[in-house]
Nanobody, 124 residues
Framework: QVQLVESGGGLVQAGESLRLSCAAS????????MGWFRQAPGKEREFVAGIVWSGGSAYYGDSVKGRFTISRDNAKNTVYLQMNSLKPEDTAVYYCAVKRAGYRYEDARGYSYWGQGTQVTVSS
């Protein structure tokens, strides 16, 4: 079992930044591949970013490339999502999850142990 707890969401204005955190417990975090997804009301869950266990490679959804950065600190069992130049369309609940082998990063079916999510609201 893995427990994931997201934090850091809030209300910001367009152009501002936020950093989300996802704290993991219950399993060897350093060997997991982690991902961030988001879901806006009435929309499907969307892949945001993923990172391999070593932190050496990261992957991003097209809508956030160049603005968001995913990172991890295995000593703290935490993965982060730095979000810069936020836009109103980034408004959503953001979730972190553990990726399973054999699935594409963008495929939400390939993730298990989802957190409860943290709300990000960007006003124009």
């Amino acid at each position: 079992q893995v427990q994931l707890v997201e934090s850091g969401g809030g209300l910001v204005q367009a152009g501002e930044s936020l950093r989300l955190s996802c704290a993991a417990s219950g399993r060897t975090f350093s060997t997991t591949v982690m991902g961030w997804f988001r879901q806006a009301p009435g929309k499907e869950r969307e892949f945001v970013a993923g990172i391999v266990w070593s932190g050496g490679s990261a992957y991003y959804g097209d809508s956030v490339k160049g603005r968001f950065t995913i990172s991890r600190d295995n000593a703290k069992n935490t993965v982060y999502l730095q979000m810069n130049s936020l836009k109103p369309e980034d408004t959503a609940v953001y979730y972190c999850a553990v990726k399973r082998a054999g699935y594409r990063y963008e495929d939400a079916r390939g993730y298990s142990y989802w957190g409860q999510g943290t709300q990000v609201t960007v006003s124009s």
